[in-house]
């Protein structure tokens, strides 16, 4: 059968569950469901294809392009702006520190 969303996928009795796609989450807060739904389903001892961790991690295109290159395999030249250097004091996204980090990235 197929779910839709993470409670339907809650709700399976599956003994396997294989994520073939998905839809464009409408939400950061709906793809952090879905993943804290796989991990349950596996702690459950339901079989999850590919992993929630692995879902994790290619989630997030800087830690997958990171992870890659810790590994020594050959990835696109890649500098990562993390949000902590394109925040002000205040905790607002700055255009002065994010066009620097820009200029400074691709200035190397």
Same mark, same amino acid.
Request: aromatic letters at 6%.
């Given at each position: 059968?197929?779910?839709?969303?993470?409670?339907?996928?809650? %709700?399976?009795? @599956?003994?396997?569950?294989?994520?073939?796609? $998905? /839809?464009?989450?409408?939400?950061?807060?709906?793809?952090?469901?879905?993943?804290? @739904?796989?991990?349950?389903?596996? +702690?459950?001892?339901?079989?999850?294809?590919? #992993?929630? @961790?692995? &879902?994790?991690?290619?989630?997030? &295109? @800087?830690? $997958?392009?990171?992870? /890659?290159?810790?590994?020594? /395999?050959?990835?696109?030249?890649?500098?990562?702006?993390?949000?902590?250097?394109?925040?002000? +004091? %205040?905790?607002?996204?700055?255009?002065?520190?994010?066009?620097? %980090? /820009?200029?400074?990235?691709? #200035?190397?």
């Amino acid at each position: 059968s197929t779910a839709r969303t993470p409670a339907e996928l809650l %709700a399976s009795a @599956a003994d396997v569950v294989v994520i073939i796609s $998905y /839809l464009t989450q409408p939400s950061y807060a709906w793809h952090a469901a879905l993943l804290d @739904a796989l991990c349950t389903l596996e +702690s459950r001892g339901v079989d999850v294809y590919p #992993s929630a @961790a692995f &879902k994790r991690l290619i989630s997030c &295109k @800087a830690d $997958y392009l990171e992870t /890659l290159g810790r590994s020594g /395999l050959p990835i696109c030249p890649t500098r990562v702006l993390r949000h902590s250097e394109l925040v002000d +004091s %205040a905790g607002a996204v700055s255009g002065p520190l994010v066009e620097a %980090a /820009l200029h400074t990235a691709l #200035s190397q």
